[in-house]
């Protein structure tokens, strides 16, 4: 009576609101003990490790490796997670490991944060992005020491061609006429160490006008240290005054208020350190005319060789690079991307062993991965 469309309207409202079109199923077999808990079939196995590792249903190699009856599943998914992670022609799977780090290090919001132009420095975000996904990529590549690699090294990727007309070496501390090298450019240990000095990392953790301190020392404590802090509360205006005359640092002297430092004690500390650069990402010695104050106590951490006064950047990143502990916080953060959920009591045993695998494969990523997903 209503016609075709709203026939139509009716046929496609029927099958999306189907809870199967929302949600993919599994474990929907019969326990084999008395714990409740479900094995997945092949096809879910491989289903399971196709959207894990490409975000695409599996294709038809991957089915018919799981049709394979005389190799386990455990097998079957090490053995698939290589040939996906190393496959050259469909790099999808590679991809997938370069979009954890875009969102474990969060630096893509580097080209949603709004700066003013200034003369002599024409600021671009997107390229300054771009470098970093290629030096992640760079690292992933050679698999080794990848975290303590992507914390600490010197040498940036710089595609000049891409920023030729916004002028981004200058971002790098470079001169305008740098002559771009399709290799490694090593700065010196003392300028730049590492993704949290890089600037799209920097500019990604700034404010429009300013550095923002609170903001890199509350990744740190998250991503880093495995912590937590408070939300702020509806009661507090948190703005801190402004004052030409006052660096960043002298203006955040309203953050040591009773009421404020219990939580700004566990960011400003692992933050302020990055107040050697400026909100552009730029390597400074001076902020308003007066030597540039990078200097910190780290207190608190909950990791005791963290602790401790800090005169530059680079003190505090070697610290938390040789960490065991970060090393830790990062496999959790690699197990809830890989798979989907935080980790519970129950998962101690498989971060564990993907930890022992990290480690005795000279902290390779790729067999951490493999680890996590043929648990």
Known sequence: ELGVPFGLQAVYASIILRPETLFRFEGTGASDDDTGLIALS?????????????????????????????????????????????????????????????????????????KDQIKGHKHWA???????????????????????????????????????????????????????????????????????????WLVAHSGNFDNDPILRGHWIRYKLLGGSVPDIPITV????????????RERMHVTRAEECYKCHSKMNPLGLPFEQYDHFGRFRFLELDRPVDATSKIVNSGVPEIDGEVRTPFELIERLANSTHCEQVFVRYVFRFFMGRNETLGDAKTLQEAHKAYVDNDGSMESLVLSLLSS
Do not use: C
């Open 42 to 114: 092949r096809r879910e196995l491989a289903t399971s490790l196709a959207f894990a590792l490409t975000d695409l249903p599996p294709d038809g190699n991957l089915l018919r490796a799981f049709e394979n009856n005389e190799s386990s599943p455990r097998e079957i998914l090490m053995a698939e997670t290589r040939r996906l992670l190393d496959d050259e022609k469909r790099p999808t799977a590679r991809n997938r490991l370069l979009q954890f780090f875009q969102e474990y290090f969060d630096y893509l919001k580097a080209e949603d944060v709004f």
């Open 126 to 200: 997107p390229a300054l992005v771009y470098d970093l996904n290629a030096l992640v990529m760079h690292v992933l590549k050679k698999d080794e020491q990848v975290l303590k690699t992507l914390l600490t090294t010197p040498e940036y990727l710089i595609y000049v061609n891409s920023h030729r007309d916004h002028g981004n070496p200058l971002a790098y501390n470079l001169p305008p006429d740098w002559k771009p090298t399709p290799k490694p450019f090593k700065f010196p240990e003392d300028q730049r160490m590492g993704i949290l000095t890089h600037p799209a």
């Open 237 to 248: 205006d948190a703005k801190l005054p402004e004052d030409e005359n006052m660096t960043l």
